[in-house]
């Protein structure tokens, strides 16, 4: 059975994290708390790896995973553009539960999987994840959880449905809310300063949300204003006992 170290102790956080860079330079996966849920990591530019993260979690390529980053530097380097309204939400927001697709920077040799050349970053509000992202660096990185099950919000939980395809399983407690990250699309607003030739307001730029979690649409207005997608219409009871 793969270990678990209890990171609350620092001789276990020692060792823990000595193996934990260790697998992840083997191409192997671990097992590391978050801000928001546990995740489960791969070196995001080892192909194989990638592909047993996938794998362990009973994904396939249609759903790439996101990229765990130790900081906005490393953002610049993976994304082709970083928008001045995604500057402002990174420096609101970051670190913290929200992830961000933007397109990819194309000169990257990377497989994360079938992302229409996109990427989604995020930097988490961990120190245990930032230590280990500040030493390794970019993580593809899922929540650690075979897909269709809960969240895992221990690092035992998640060992009872990932079992041993993850070499080492780093515990910090359990998740402090385990509730997942907000997920933005802001594709759109790459090069859409230049169409100044588009004066239909309602086809203008939006950021779209793909799964609410940790941020609210109205913390993300609050930053975005209307370049924010329409919040979503309430659609009213039906009637009946």
């Known amino acids: 059975m793969s270990p678990i170290f209890d990171c609350r102790d620092e001789a276990q956080l020692?060792?823990?994290?000595?193996?934990?860079?260790?697998a992840i330079g083997r191409g192997e996966l671990v097992v590391i708390p978050t801000d928001t849920v546990y995740g489960v990591a791969a070196d995001a530019f080892d192909h194989q790896a990638v592909a047993r993260l996938l794998a362990a979690k009973g994904r396939g390529r249609q759903s790439p995973p996101p990229v765990l980053v130790a900081g906005v530097a490393t953002l610049r380097a993976l994304v082709?553009?970083?928008?001045?309204?995604?500057?402002?939400?990174?420096?609101e927001f970051w670190p913290g539960g929200l992830t961000i697709v933007l397109p990819a920077q194309p000169s990257l040799s990377w497989d994360l999987g079938e992302t229409r050349g996109t990427v989604a970053v995020r930097m988490?509000?961990?120190?245990?994840?930032?230590?280990?992202?500040?030493e390794t660096g970019p993580l593809?990185?899922?929540?650690?959880?075979?897909?269709?099950?809960?969240?895992?919000?221990?690092?035992?939980?998640?060992?009872d449905m990932l079992k041993d395809s993850v070499a080492v399983y780093l515990?910090?407690?359990?998740?402090?809310?385990g509730i997942p990250s907000t997920i933005i699309d802001a594709t759109r607003l790459i090069?859409?300063?230049?169409?100044?030739?588009?004066?239909?307001?309602?086809?203008?730029?939006?950021?779209?949300?793909?799964?609410?979690?940790?941020?609210?649409?109205?913390?993300?207005?609050?930053?975005?204003?209307?370049?924010?997608?329409?919040d979503?219409?309430?659609?009213?009871?039906?009637d009946g006992s």
Do not use: C, F
């Not at 309204?85 to 990174?90: G, K, M, Q, S």
């Not at 515990?171 to 809310?177: L, W």
């Open 14 to 22: 020692l060792s823990g994290m000595r193996q934990a860079r260790q």
């Open 80 to 91: 082709a553009d970083v928008p001045e309204p995604i500057e402002r939400l990174v420096e």
């Open 124 to 134: 988490p509000a961990h120190r245990i994840a930032l230590e280990l992202l500040e």
């Open 140 to 159: 593809a990185v899922s929540s650690a959880n075979l897909t269709g099950m809960p969240a895992g919000i221990t690092a035992e939980d998640s060992r």
């Open 171 to 177: 515990s910090d407690g359990p998740s402090k809310d």
């Open 191 to 230: 090069g859409a300063a230049s169409a100044a030739d588009d004066t239909d307001e309602d086809a203008g730029p939006r950021v779209t949300v793909l799964r609410e979690g940790a941020v609210s649409r109205s913390q993300l207005r609050g930053v975005l204003g209307d370049l924010l997608e329409p």
């Open 232 to 238: 979503p219409v309430a659609q009213p009871e039906p």
